[in-house]
């Protein structure tokens, strides 16, 4: 290790070192000022994001080219500490309101941010694994914040159990392609691929199934789902409005950097596959989360559809001239996901009362007349979700469904389409429910909380106004 290598991962060596100096500073802070360690939280994530916007253009790599730095990277990271930085935001009010602040909520959340960025950078089977537990082990911790809350507990033990039974299959799909090819590194499984000289072709190809399933997981996929929605509903708000943009978000980086880097060879097998798993997770997502009469289960399956859309422009990297219009539109409608998901979460929490009532679709019941400014933060991201113009959510789909179109994937697009419409059923269900039935619901949360949900779903706007600039910026670091 040099210092060069220090400083080519200087965003990601700030937010770790942040994180543990405040765990030890948080000693010191007094049971009635934790809200400081909120502040230091921020400053470090802010620190980062700093570090790390003018690197967009960079393509550099560190340690032995285990780690690299590019446009890829560079924008998911500052996706990454956006979310962290709008995490605290929701957190902040909510933990003092529910009787569970304590200093460790805020450096677990900034080491499962540096996880997330490390998952990014990584150009190394072993590098992703480690940037993986790094990502979810702070991530199984904050889902059991609640203690005692028996949902809570339930949470973070189901989360725990599955989350370690998918790094298992990653760990071992790492040891059979290692067996196959030699090295871990991903330019050199690609090169022993790519040139024929696998000790055993059919060991390589269970290793990347293997893989694929742990990253599944991770992105709450059809048929690997099913720990999402109860984990959602049992975990903190804050935890699970982070936690749904987050490790959807690393896993897709995961799948990036393995299957476009390592497996270009297979990836005429693969699309296929991952174009049904795309299909089966639209359909069962939207048609499941019509019945969901709790808000978080109702936003946790619309998680898992939203896997599904992103899913549809990842099985067109099998085209090389397709790669850098796939990855773009993926990242924007990331991007857009985030920013709705923000605005959404965020009434949520405002709505969550102490004895975890606020949570039914009923208890909506009325925000419209008493809270105008948290409905129509709450209206704009249900619009965005159902992809309805004048919302990035609309810009996010199409791009999405062009790539699909031009990769050749015409009915899996179809599909995408008709289950778009079925989702604005249960979306303005939620609508409706604010505006035109009678209620009178309590409201909680502080300047931070409303500043982060008004202003995602501000951003949800405005930014639709001006859709091609952000994926201009973004094709523009993908291609240098």
């Given at each position: 290790?040099?210092?060069?290598?220090?400083?080519?991962?200087?965003?990601?060596?700030?937010?770790?070192?942040?994180?543990?100096v405040?765990?030890?500073?948080?000693?010191?802070?007094?049971?009635?000022?934790?809200?400081?360690?909120?502040?230091?939280?921020?400053l470090?994530l802010?620190?980062?994001?700093?570090?790390?916007?003018?690197?967009?253009?960079?393509?550099?790599?560190?340690?032995?080219?285990?780690?690299?730095?590019?446009?890829?990277?560079?924008?998911l990271?500052?996706?990454?500490?956006?979310?962290?930085?709008?995490?605290?935001?929701?957190?902040?009010?909510?933990?003092?309101?529910?009787?569970?602040?304590r200093?460790?909520?805020?450096?677990l959340?900034?080491?499962?941010?540096?996880?997330?960025?490390?998952?990014?950078?990584?150009?190394?089977?072993?590098?992703?694994?480690?940037a993986?537990?790094?990502?979810?082990?702070?991530?199984?911790?904050?889902?059991?914040?609640?203690?005692?809350?028996?949902?809570?507990?339930?949470?973070?033990?189901?989360?725990?159990?599955?989350?370690?039974f998918?790094?298992?299959?990653?760990?071992?799909?790492?040891?059979?392609?290692?067996?196959?090819?030699?090295?871990?590194?991903?330019?050199?499984?690609?090169?022993?691929?790519?040139?024929?000289?696998?000790?055993?072709?059919?060991?390589?190809?269970i290793?990347?199934?293997?893989?694929?399933?742990?990253?599944?997981?991770?992105?709450?996929?059809?048929?690997?789902?099913?720990?999402?929605?109860?984990?959602?509903?049992?975990?903190?708000?804050?935890?699970?409005?982070f936690?749904?943009?987050?490790a959807?978000?690393?896993?897709?980086a995961?799948?990036?950097?393995?299957?476009?880097t390592?497996?270009?060879?297979?990836?005429?097998?693969?699309?296929?596959?991952?174009?049904?798993?795309?299909?089966?997770?639209?359909?069962?997502?939207?048609?499941?989360?019509?019945s969901?009469?709790?808000?978080?289960?109702?936003?946790?399956?619309?998680?898992?559809?939203?896997?599904?859309?992103?899913?549809?422009?990842f099985?067109?990297?099998?085209?090389?001239?397709?790669?850098?219009?796939?990855?773009?539109?993926?990242?924007?409608?990331?991007?857009?996901?985030?920013?709705?998901?923000?605005?959404?979460?965020?009434?949520?929490v405002?709505?969550?009362?102490?004895?975890?009532?606020?949570?039914?679709?009923?208890?909506?019941?009325?925000?419209?007349?008493?809270?105008?400014?948290?409905?129509?933060?709450?209206?704009?991201?249900m619009?965005?979700?159902?992809?309805?113009?004048?919302?990035i959510?609309?810009?996010?789909?199409?791009?999405l469904?062009?790539?699909?179109?031009?990769?050749?994937?015409?009915?899996?697009?179809?599909?995408?389409?008709?289950?778009?419409v079925?989702?604005a059923?249960?979306?303005?269900?939620?609508?409706?429910?604010?505006y035109?039935?009678?209620?009178?619901?309590?409201?909680?949360?502080?300047?931070?909380?409303?500043?982060?949900?008004?202003?995602?779903?501000?951003?949800?706007?405005?930014?639709?106004?001006?859709?091609?600039?952000?994926?201009?910026?973004?094709?523009?670091?993908?291609?240098?």
């Amino acid at each position: 290790m040099t210092n060069d290598d220090l400083m080519t991962l200087l965003p990601l060596v700030v937010v770790i070192g942040s994180a543990i100096v405040l765990l030890l500073v948080d000693l010191w802070i007094p049971a009635r000022q934790k809200g400081m360690t909120a502040f230091l939280a921020a400053l470090g994530l802010a620190a980062a994001l700093g570090l790390n916007l003018p690197r967009l253009n960079w393509n550099a790599s560190a340690f032995g080219g285990m780690v690299v730095v590019d446009g890829f990277s560079v924008f998911l990271s500052s996706v990454f500490l956006m979310c962290g930085l709008l995490g605290i935001g929701l957190a902040y009010d909510y933990l003092k309101r529910m009787g569970i602040e304590r200093g460790e909520y805020y450096p677990l959340l900034m080491l499962s941010v540096a996880g997330m960025m490390l998952m990014t950078n990584a150009n190394d089977l072993i590098i992703i694994f480690l940037a993986l537990e790094m990502l979810s082990i702070p991530l199984y911790i904050l889902a059991g914040f609640a203690i005692p809350r028996q949902e809570s507990e339930e949470s973070a033990l189901k989360y725990f159990i599955l989350g370690t039974f998918a790094g298992a299959f990653v760990l071992y799909g790492v040891a059979l392609v290692f067996g196959s090819t030699g090295s871990t590194g991903l330019r050199e499984v690609f090169s022993a691929a790519e040139a024929g000289t696998l000790v055993n072709p059919t060991l390589f190809a269970i290793g990347g199934g293997m893989m694929l399933v742990g990253f599944a997981f991770k992105m709450a996929v059809v048929p690997f789902h099913s720990w999402a929605p109860d984990v959602y509903q049992g975990a903190p708000t804050p935890v699970t409005g982070f936690m749904s943009i987050g490790a959807k978000a690393a896993g897709i980086a995961a799948l990036m950097r393995v299957f476009v880097t390592a497996f270009p060879s297979q990836a005429a097998d693969i699309s296929p596959v991952l174009a049904g798993l795309s299909i089966l997770t639209m359909i069962v997502g939207n048609l499941t989360a019509i019945s969901q009469k709790n808000i978080k289960r109702l936003l946790g399956y619309s998680s898992i559809a939203h896997g599904g859309y992103l899913l549809m422009a990842f099985v067109s990297f099998s085209q090389s001239s397709m790669q850098a219009e796939m990855t773009s539109a993926m990242l924007f409608f990331l991007s857009s996901y985030a920013l709705a998901s923000f605005a959404a979460w965020g009434v949520v929490v405002a709505m969550e009362k102490e004895n975890g009532q606020g949570l039914e679709l009923d208890d909506y019941a009325g925000l419209g007349k008493k809270e105008p400014w948290l409905a129509l933060a709450m209206t704009i991201a249900m619009l965005s979700f159902t992809g309805m113009p004048l919302t990035i959510g609309f810009w996010g789909k199409f791009y999405l469904f062009r790539s699909a179109v031009m990769g050749g994937y015409v009915t899996m697009t179809i599909i995408g389409l008709l289950t778009s419409v079925i989702s604005a059923y249960y979306y303005l269900r939620v609508v409706v429910v604010m505006y035109m039935k009678p209620g009178e619901p309590k409201v909680s949360g502080d300047f931070w909380l409303r500043l982060v949900t008004i202003g995602s779903a501000a951003a949800v706007v405005v930014v639709s106004l001006v859709p091609n600039s952000l994926f201009q910026v973004v094709l523009q670091a993908l291609i240098r």
